[in-house]
């Protein structure tokens, strides 16, 4: 049974910075294409960034670009966002998710992510 276990959330001021964890088990962790997901209550999860299998490849929403980045350690089965000039906006919850395939190529389809994790919350107070 795949876990993802998130933390790292929690009240932040604009410009500040917070960096998320992800701690997998359950799945041959360095075999899969991860990402983090986020939603505001109310409206639709989005894609924030997704990592493959090696991290050799990266997808960033545009919104997030130049300001998050995503990382992982597949000797330790954990997933990062590093998220730095946080501004209120994005304030959410966090999900990792891991793809539905071994070797799946990066995408912004949220269909394409099978396992999901329980989420983290983020608030950027102005």
């Known amino acids: 049974q795949v876990q993802l276990a998130e933390s790292g959330g929690g009240l932040v001021q604009a410009g500040g910075s917070l960096r998320l964890s992800c701690a997998a088990s359950g799945l041959r962790f360095s075999t899969y294409t991860m990402g983090w997901f986020r939603q505001v209550p109310g409206k639709e999860r989005n894609l924030a960034a997704t990592i493959s299998w090696n991290g050799r490849s990266a997808i960033y929403a545009d919104s997030v670009k130049g300001r998050f980045t995503i990382s992982r350690d597949n000797a330790k089965n954990t997933l990062y966002l590093e998220m730095n000039s946080l501004q209120p906006e994005d304030t959410a919850i966090y999900y990792c998710?891991?793809?539905?395939?071994?070797?799946?190529?990066?995408?912004?389809?949220?269909?394409?992510?099978?396992?999901w994790g329980q989420g983290t919350p983020v608030t950027v107070s102005a």
């Open positions: 998710a891991a793809h539905r395939y071994p070797f799946g190529v990066p995408t912004r389809r949220q269909l394409d992510f099978g396992s």
